[in-house]
T-cell receptor
Framework: KQEVTQIPAALSVPEGENLVLNCSFT??????LQWFRQDPGKGLTSLLL?????REQTSGRLNASLDKSSGRSTLYIAASQPGDSATYLC????????????FGKGTRLHILP | KAGVTQTPRYLIKTRGQQVTLSCSPI?????VSWYQQTPGQGLQFLFE???????NKGNFPGRFSGRQFSNSRSEMNVSTLELGDSALYLC?????????????FGPGTRLTVT
C-alpha cells in the first residue's frame, strides 16, 4: 500500500533562511509528484509538478527534486519570506491499477519575521 | 482566465439527507477530480472524471458519486449523510488528466453534517 510521509510535521525558521521540506513515498511506480501549498481555510495552490521521467523542477525561489529509486522528493525554498508561511503538501499519482492520487499530511511552515 | 469555482462554499445538512456539490473547471480543462479533506485523515482522493467518464476512484463507499457534463462541469453527490462526512470538499481541474498535467484547485465547499 502506497504511503506518503512528510517530515517534519511543523517547522519554524527565521526569515531569510534557505530550507528543505521532505516527502517520501513507498511505491516508486508513479506518474508524477506534485507540490502544493495550502493557506488556512483555503484550497490548494499548485507549486511544482515533476513527471516520473524528470529529476527536478524550478519556479522562482522554489526547486523540487525527485528520486524515484529512493522514494524521495525535496522542496527547496530559497531566501524564505513571511509570506511563505503555509502548509506544504506533496502528492503522488500512482501508476498501478489503483491509478489514484495519494497526499502526505503536510508540513506546516512558519517563517519568523 | 478564471480559476476553478465551487458552489456552494458552505453547507449545513442533517444526518440522512443528501447533498450535491458543484465544480466548474478552468476553461479548456477536461478533467475534474474530487477530494475530501478532514483534520484526521488529511486529503483523500474521491474520483476523477475526464470527458464525462469516471477514470478512477478512491476508497469511498457508494454513497459518494459524481458525474461530469459535456461542458466539463462536475457535480458530486453524497447520499444518506453521516456525521463523519463533515469535511472540506475540494475539486481540482487539469488540462487532460492528472497523470500528466498539473491540478488546479478550487476554494472548496465546507460541509457540516449535524
Amino acid at each position: 500500500k502506497q504511503e506518503v510521509t512528510q517530515i517534519p510535521a511543523a517547522l519554524s525558521v527565521p526569515e531569510g533562511e534557505n530550507l528543505v521540506l521532505n516527502c517520501s513515498f513507498t511505491d516508486s511506480a508513479i506518474y508524477n509528484l506534485q507540490w502544493f501549498r495550502q493557506d488556512p481555510g483555503k484550497g490548494l495552490t499548485s507549486l511544482l509538478l515533476i513527471q516520473s521521467s524528470q529529476r527536478e523542477q524550478t519556479s522562482g525561489r522554489l526547486n523540487a527534486s525527485l528520486d524515484k529509486s529512493s522514494g524521495r522528493s525535496t522542496l527547496y525554498i530559497a531566501a524564505s519570506q513571511p509570506g511563505d508561511s503555509a502548509t506544504y503538501l506533496c502528492a503522488v499519482h500512482l501508476m498501478n491499477r489503483d491509478d489514484k492520487i495519494i497526499f502526505g499530511k503536510g508540513t506546516r511552515l512558519h517563517i519568523l519575521p | 482566465k478564471a480559476g476553478v469555482t465551487q458552489t456552494p462554499r458552505y453547507l449545513i445538512k442533517t444526518r440522512g439527507q443528501q447533498v450535491t456539490l458543484s465544480c466548474s473547471p478552468i476553461s479548456g480543462h477536461r478533467s475534474v477530480s474530487w477530494y475530501q479533506q478532514t483534520p484526521g485523515q488529511g486529503l483523500q482522493f474521491l474520483f476523477e472524471y475526464f470527458s464525462e467518464t469516471q477514470r478512477n476512484k478512491g476508497n469511498f463507499p457508494g454513497r459518494f458519486s459524481g458525474r461530469q457534463f459535456s461542458n466539463s462541469r462536475s457535480e458530486m453527490n453524497v447520499s444518506t449523510l453521516e456525521l463523519g462526512d463533515s469535511a472540506l470538499y475540494l475539486c481540482a481541474s487539469s488540462l487532460a488528466g492528472s497523470r500528466a498535467y498539473e491540478q488546479y484547485f478550487g476554494p472548496g465547499t465546507r460541509l457540516t453534517v449535524t
